[in-house]
């Protein structure tokens, strides 16, 4: 099992389709936002993608979203509060880029690194 779920964590194209997957729900759900084709050629859109806390909610709250949460090892438990854990700055507002990045760090088991950054 631990084998199995390492490979998961070590899989680029796994982690590249769940984020497009998260991307284009992010872009979906906001009113300001669209990207069409490839994700590629919509890089700059997608550094202005931003969504506050309750957008961020519901989100989560979309099964897509929940699936590919998942498949990312994102611990369900933490699901309903990725809005606080994704928001490092406080603002209330999430941008693409710190829900990549936030994801990212919340893969897999806790590690000892994980908890001296907490404190």
Known sequence: EHAKKNARLQD???????????????AEMSERHSIHGKL??????????????KMIDDLVG??????ALNDL?????????LSELLD??????ISAVEFIDG?????GDP??????NIN
Do not use: C, F, Q
């Open 111 to 116: 590690r000892r690194s994980d908890i001296v």
């Open 103 to 107: 994801l990212r760090r919340l893969r």
């Open 62 to 67: 979309l099964d897509h979203v929940k699936e």
């Open 73 to 81: 090892d994102i611990n369900p438990d933490d699901h309903r509060y």
């Open 40 to 53: 590629s050629e919509s890089v700059d859109e997608i550094y202005e993608v931003a969504m506050d806390s």
């Open 12 to 26: 680029k194209t796994l982690w590249y389709t769940r984020i497009t997957t998260l991307i284009r729900a992010m």
């Open 88 to 93: 490092p700055d406080h603002s209330g507002t």
